[in-house]
């Protein structure tokens, strides 16, 4: 096993899985080196073929050569969520416009289907609480090919519960992996782990309170085949059209 490929939607747990992932690699086959990596696409995927190391892949977008990603990776974990909450998310903690946070929930969202339909892919919903859950672990150690034992499970699990992460975050600033983006915001080479990760909530359906009626049709006219195929209802399209369909 050399390539392991997190695709996650926006706010969907991706950074927590591949967090997660990394650790659940080490503890697998401790004498083979894991290394991690944050890629925009193909372009950024270079040497993901080197022998000797296991690759754990992050990724949101993967505009271009989707096909060459799903053939080079050996195991896919495709974690979703609302695409709804998810431009929330893009607004509410990365000072997104809405239009700017649909776009890239679109782009994602594209991603995310095209390598769930992969033989080597398993698919999570952050709706059902994957992040809360320690067996998430034992699944990502079947996924790769082995399994581990419930005591490192249970450590590794420890090591990523909200109240740690929130821990590492504050900490950031001390990391020799620390780095600054464009945006201004800090965040771990390593982990990926942003400030904006810190203090929220998890909750879900947060868009029927913080997005406007029509942005949310929006977002349902824009991804309704996508949230039909995944089960996501879209509630808000339904409202408009009977209210369209009433009396005057």
């Not at 990391?175 to 080479?189: E, F, K, Q």
């Amino acid at each position: 096993m050399s390539v392991l490929w997190c695709q996650g939607m926006f706010a969907s747990g991706s950074t927590w899985l591949f967090n997660v992932a990394l650790a659940v690699s080490g503890a697998l086959e401790p004498r083979l080196p894991v290394r991690g990596r944050f890629v925009y696409g193909l372009r950024d995927a270079d040497g993901l073929g080197a022998p000797g190391l296991r690759h754990v892949v992050k990724a949101h977008q993967a505009p271009g050569g989707l096909d060459q990603v799903a053939a080079r990776s050996d195991a896919i974990i495709v974690t979703l969520r609302d695409p709804r909450d998810a431009v929330c998310s893009l607004m509410q903690y990365q000072g997104f416009s809405f239009y700017r946070a649909l776009f890239n929930v679109r782009l994602a969202a594209e991603a995310c289907y095209r390598l769930a339909l992969s033989p080597q892919a398993v698919v999570l919903h952050y709706e059902r609480g994957f992040v809360d859950d320690p067996a998430t672990l034992d699944g990502i150690a079947r996924h790769l090919g082995g399994a581990i034992t419930p005591p490192v499970r249970d450590a590794i699990f420890a090591d990523h519960r909200r109240e740690a992460v929130e821990a590492r975050i504050r900490g950031l600033a001390a990391l020799p992996t620390a780095v600054t983006g464009r945006d201004g915001d800090l965040y771990d080479l390593a982990t990926h782990w942003h400030g904006h990760h810190a203090g929220r909530s998890g909750e879900t359906g947060r868009w029927r309170r913080l997005l406007y009626p029509a942005q949310a049709v929006g977002v349902e006219t824009a991804l309704g085949d996508w949230m039909a195929c995944f089960g996501y209802r879209a509630e808000a399209l339904t409202r408009a059209q009977e209210a369209a369909d009433m009396p005057a």
